[in-house]
């Protein structure tokens, strides 16, 4: 049975129809602050909490529930009775519900604020009580989540207390809360610089997914609570809802977009880009990324880095696509898009920002820094060199192929991935697959070395004038010497960019 609630809120949304509800079921509430204005404000009876503790708030706010008669009001186990002895003798009265949200530490840790503003939103007093409410869940009932008081305020209603099993839920979600809150407060402080010894992340429910990479698959997506990041900000403004593949699909999509300062458009299918090309102006060079795969590209995502115009529109829906993202777009250019029922437009206005990777193994998460180097020094270790036209051509490669599955190779002409290959288990099948789908490509990008000379081979036959790639191998000469033979120039970066 509540006999006593004590709230503290600063979300107060639906706060009042709870407390309204406790009244009528003859609940004492106790509050403090802002709340306790709130409530009285409204008419609510409460008690302030300085009356329980009988020691005034100080410090700004900092202590005011830090106290034995609050905690030990919490955290007595009613069945045990040397825990009701003490806080009898003591004055206590037991504390059967606990209703608080905390300081919105995950909004204003990513607002403009001063180093020192930020700190003062890092809740103490709320979480030491929630985690107090939390391990006694048994006797005190504890809300944290607003959607939860209708919940409560039902069981009450029916039965005069909340069953087991919804104390035990409300607990542990006290804890769910607690570790994202802790997390984002302990990446606050330390930063993105380091590995810490425990990896805490903390992330929220942004939506549940109708299944995952295959529809036996459950799935949701959560984003980052301490952080802004394309993908968390951006805004679905047409289509039907995203799928667990669509989002993977849109990070990596808009990743190679934002890697260019000219305009880009980068066509994707299945995570890894099928077309890409760079243009004056957005219209051309989704056209040209267009006629870098045709077919691959029905059924794809489009990316472009610059505000999309009616004419790239009008060429869009002439496909089935399943997503187009852009940073912004035209008036004209969003309703022809909207022709398109189902077809998902974003808006990303943000680029992206990650400066960390995760990948999940079986009991473990590897983490490493984001790929965010293109190349290390050029060499130019053959005798004939690349053109300035040519190395900056072997340069827009570059920054395609790093997110094209490993071992990749693309074969670029004219600021055209005129062929990719890649995802293979050995370097000469994409070679072959993307000089192959090329047809009258000129020059050739490799994310990593070549172990034989066997790339340079294929190139030569294909009329390859130009080759970009990391270096490193033992065998590296055997290349620069076939590049030699066949006339090919060869430049070094220094960096390699597997994407496994």
Known sequence: MIKRALISVYNKDKVLDLAKFLIEKDVEI???????????ENNIAVTEVEEVTGFPEMMDGRVKTLHPNIHGGILAIRDNTEHMKAIKAKGIKPIDMVVVNLYPFFDKVQEDLTFEEKIEFIDIGGPTMIRA???NFQDVVVLTDVNDYED??????????VDFESKKKFAGKVFNLMAAYDAAVSRFLLGDEVYPEYLNMSY????????????????AYYVSTATKGAMKDFQQLNGKELSYNNIKDMDIAWKVACEFEEPMCCALKHNSPCGAAIADNIHDAYVRAFECDPTSIFGGIVAVNKKLDAATAEELVKIFLEIVIAPDFDEVALEILKTKKNLRVIKAEHKPQDHREYAKVDGGILVQSSDDKLIDELKYVTEKKPTE????????????????????????????????????????????????????????VSDAFFPFNDVVEEAAKHNIK???????????????????????????????????
């Open 133 to 135: 409410a939390a391990k």
């Open 389 to 444: 036209e040519e190395l900056k051509q072997l340069l827009f490669g570059m920054k395609v192929v790093k997110y094209v599955k490993s071992n990749a190779i693309l074969v670029v002409k004219d600021g055209m991935a005129k062929g990719i290959g890649g995802g293979q288990v050995n370097r000469i099948w994409p070679t072959i697959e993307a000089l192959d789908r090329a047809k009258d490509g000129t020059l050739l």
């Open 466 to 500: 130009a080759i970009i790639q990391p270096g490193g191998s033992i065998r590296d000469q055997d290349s620069i010497d076939a590049c030699n033979k066949h006339g090919i120039a060869m430049v070094l970066s220094g960096i390699r960019h597997f994407k496994h």
């Open 30 to 40: 106790i509050s403090t602050g802002g709340t306790y204005r709130y409530l009285k």
């Open 152 to 161: 409560a305020i039902n069981q009450i209603d029916k039965n005069g207390d």
């Open 204 to 219: 929220k429910k942004s939506m549940d997914l109708r299944y995952g990479e295959n529809p036996h698959q459950s799935a």
